[in-house]
């Protein structure tokens, strides 16, 4: 048989498997041909190293799959918005065909999420950039009743806002990412909430331009904030999410993922020495119940 008709085939067994209808078969096999193009979300910014480890473990799922579903190519696609990421992940022939965001139960109407949290779900622990003098600020805070009568920054897009509010902490709304470090110098609010999983390199990259920005020393806000990767609700896309999910699931059983978590952020968790931190807990809304929480070794607790 050809090499080619030889892949196509291959690929046709993977979605009969997975119960499609022939003409979802025909239509996915073409589409995801090897090498598979994974089409990502870009940097928003220059200095945007957010989601750089969340590449690596996507690449690093899709290499221990190669050898069922074959070669692949991963690259990012144009910038745009969160909101406009999720507009073009929906369009039949958008920008993108894959997305790394934190979960909503509206993104979950929307696309197909692999339910692994990428970053075990270290994006939902917080702290927050400040200006430096203003650290006895923050040492006085022991409650959430303290907390709320600073003011946080946050975007627009962000689900974080709902989540600030929700638990009644004043948000005062950026219009983009890069514009919200700046508003923060300017004293427009308090306090920019960050990922445990973001500061260090935003910090990094900030400090440059700011010196007297810095992060704050002793809290630590928690939400529940799993970040998954998600694919189109069609049959390619429920063709690529299980193939990344049986990669995600390969690289937790060999220990990958955690030797990739550790060398990523252990320097960071240390540094800010989050077992140490006065940890002020909040709901978050946005969350339906079918999420892997009763999975332990799928999260981080920074907790002893």
Not at 2 to 19: D, K, N
Not at 22 to 40: K, M, Q
Not at 263 to 277: F, K, P, S, V
Not at 282 to 291: E, K
Request: glycine share 8%; aromatic share 12%.
């Amino acid at each position: 048989m050809p090499m080619g008709l030889q892949r196509f085939s291959r690929v046709c067994l993977c979605i009969c498997a997975m119960g499609f209808a022939p003409f979802g078969v025909v239509r996915a096999a073409d589409d995801v041909v090897s090498p598979w193009r994974f089409v990502h979300n870009a940097p928003e910014t220059e200095g945007d190293q957010r989601y750089a480890y969340h590449w690596r473990v996507l690449r690093a799922a899709l290499e221990v799959t190669r050898n069922k579903y074959g070669d692949y190519r991963l690259e990012p696609g144009p910038p745009m918005s969160e909101k406009l990421q999720v507009v073009e992940m929906q369009r039949a022939h958008g920008g993108l065909n894959t997305l790394v965001l934190d979960a909503t139960q509206t993104l979950e109407q929307a696309l197909q999420p692999v339910k692994i949290p990428v970053d075990k779900g270290l994006l939902g622990y917080r702290v927050f950039l400040i200006q430096a003098e203003d650290q006895p600020r923050f040492a006085g805070v022991r409650s959430l009743e303290q907390l709320r009568q600073l003011r946080f920054g946050q975007q627009r897009e962000w689900s974080d806002v709902a989540v600030y509010q929700a638990a009644g902490l004043p948000v005062v709304i950026g219009s983009s990412y890069e514009g919200l470090f700046h508003m923060l110098m300017l004293r427009r609010f308090d306090a920019f909430g960050r990922g445990v999983s973001e500061v260090g390199g935003e910090l990094a990259h900030w400090r440059k331009q700011y010196p007297q920005m810095a992060i704050e020393r002793e809290l630590l806000l928690y939400y529940p904030l799993p970040v998954y990767f998600w694919f189109a609700r069609t049959d390619e896309g429920r063709l690529r999410a299980q193939r990344v999910e049986e990669g995600m699931l390969a690289l937790i059983a060999d220990g990958t993922l955690d030797r990739l978590f550790t060398e990523e952020y252990a320097t960071t968790i240390q540094q800010l020495g989050l077992d140490r931190r006065r940890t002020l807990r909040i709901a978050n809304p946005h969350l339906s119940s079918n999420h892997p929480f009763d999975k332990a070794t799928y999260w981080f607790t920074p907790m002893p």
